[in-house]
């Protein structure tokens, strides 16, 4: 099998328009149905919408949770409604990847948690790889995905896309069956 990667030699938001489509040339290619997008703001994912929604590919955009808001890194309500009205499921939680309970006593105490340590790993490749996957196990913990099917998960370097995979997915809890498939387009320099 041959594969058509992307690859970026920086990462940004320059990329999302690349990414978003070979994540629905192979979506088309695979027969996958689901996608799960980073959107912080809500364009990420009002552009994934627009170029998967056509070809009934459901999108869900995982949001940063609000424990972020005084950075303000989080997705204003009136933005969340205009994105629901659209179709698309907007998902705000808890980190599956840190910045949880366990990362409040690495804070005070030292040390890793195990959540901390995979996200670290994950970062190795890129931080929309982290992104990646940390949105597609809090999408399937959410019920949005069929644990049945591949996804594809799209995220970025800060704003816009420039990573996406194609996944088995996995719950949090499960994420040892979690199974990175594809990877359709990274930066090259993390």
Do not use: N
């Amino acid at each position: 099998m041959e594969l058509r990667t992307l690859l970026f030699e920086q990462g940004g938001p320059q990329h999302t328009e690349a990414t978003l489509a070979i994540s629905l040339e192979r979506a088309l290619a695979l027969g996958i149905r689901q996608v799960v997008v980073a959107s912080s703001h809500g364009d990420t994912a009002r552009q994934a919408h627009a170029l998967f929604a056509p070809h009934g590919i459901r999108v869900c955009a995982v949001t940063l949770c609000h424990g972020w808001e005084h950075l303000g890194w989080c997705m204003a309500p009136e933005t969340r409604h205009e994105l629901e009205e659209l179709g698309i499921v907007v998902l705000t939680g808890i980190h599956a990847l840190g910045d949880g309970v366990g990362s409040a006593f690495s804070d005070k105490y030292g040390g890793r948690a195990v959540e901390e340590v995979v996200r670290d790993v994950l970062y190795r490749f890129c931080q929309g790889m982290k992104v990646a996957v940390e949105c597609l196990l809090m999408a399937a913990d959410a019920g949005f995905l069929d644990m049945d099917a591949e996804v594809i998960s799209i995220a970025g370097s800060g704003s816009g896309a420039d990573t996406a995979i194609v996944c088995k997915p996995a719950y949090p809890r499960t994420v040892l069956e979690l199974e990175i498939r594809e990877m359709l387009a990274k930066p090259r320099i993390p």
